[in-house]
């Protein structure tokens, strides 16, 4: 693994929250949209931000603006507000000022619970937004409407941004504004039928309307669906074939396997758990 090490820096943060108790909800969908709208400009600005909502609460929590000023961060912020004002939506905010990254990260980060959850996603192109973004919250909607909930990184990972590595990183995170998480609940205790009915859910019907919106797209391996088709090009893309090469060199007889890992067709899953060569 290749890390990057970045000097620390004065951090700015931000978190907002914001209910549909007592709001319409095709307002309350309206400024979901506005923020989605808002954040080309935020991310360009060198922030990112980390966000997510039901069909009862929307919540910022939080952005992070290394290297920018408070009151830059306020500009970037204020149209969207805006909107909320207009909307009379009521919310709750705080900016905070930190010296370096860590204090930032352990004030405005709550603490990381146990995931439990099935997990699937999407990298929704910058391109999305700017022309079709009514029809992707029209795709957020479906998606909380039918037992699924939406967590949503933003981010700017452009090669023009990232300095043009030369490395296995998937091409979709190049182009992608939104990093989409979709989960549906896992239940240790609950009937294995109804965990394996959520799954399908997330593989037939949630994540479906993504890639409608996103054709020949991609998804964050790390936090995608385990049943994903054609898992090659979305978790790997352009790279696949290169990475099965090296694969092939150092594993030539493939006994490293992960049910998406590079490589992984070559065996098939049976019933009984055994894998078998792919004819």
């Given at each position: 693994m290749t890390s990057k090490l970045h000097p620390d820096t004065p951090t700015v943060g931000f978190n907002l929250t914001f209910t549909s108790a007592g709001v319409p909800m095709d307002t309350y969908y309206e400024a979901v949209t506005a923020y989605h709208a808002s954040l080309p400009k935020i991310v360009d600005a060198g922030a990112?931000?980390?966000w997510y909502f039901t069909n009862e609460s929307f919540a910022i929590s939080p952005i992070t603006a290394p290297g920018i000023s408070l009151d830059e961060l306020k500009a970037l912020l204020s149209p969207f507000m805006n909107k909320l004002d207009q909307l009379n939506i009521t919310y709750n905010h705080y900016f905070g000022e930190f010296p370096t990254y860590l204090?930032?990260?352990n004030t405005m980060f709550s603490p990381i619970q146990v995931g439990i959850a099935q997990y699937g996603g999407r990298l929704i192109p910058r391109s999305v937004v700017e022309n079709n973004n009514t029809a992707l919250t029209d795709a957020f909607r479906f998606i909380n409407e039918n037992g699924g909930q939406f967590i949503g990184v933003g981010i700017n990972a452009s090669l023009a941004r990232?300095?043009?590595?030369?490395?296995a990183v998937n091409p979709g995170w190049r182009d992608a504004l939104i990093d989409t998480t979709l989960t549906t609940p896992w239940n240790f205790t609950a009937?294995?039928?109804e965990m394996v009915a959520n799954a399908d859910k997330m593989s037939n019907l949630l994540i479906p309307k993504l890639a409608e919106l996103t054709?020949?797209?991609s998804c964050y391996?790390?936090?995608g669906d385990f049943q994903q088709p054609n898992f090659q090009e979305v978790f790997y893309g352009k790279n696949y074939q290169k990475l099965s090469q090296?694969?092939?060199?150092?594993?030539?007889?493939?006994i490293f396997y992960a049910t998406t890992a590079v490589g992984s067709d070559y065996w098939v899953p049976q019933k009984d758990g055994?894998?078998?060569k792919a004819a």
């Open positions: 990112m931000s980390v204090e930032h990260f990232s300095g043009f590595p030369e490395n009937p294995w039928e054709p020949n797209g391996l790390n936090e090296i694969k092939d060199k150092y594993d030539p007889h493939h055994r894998l078998c």
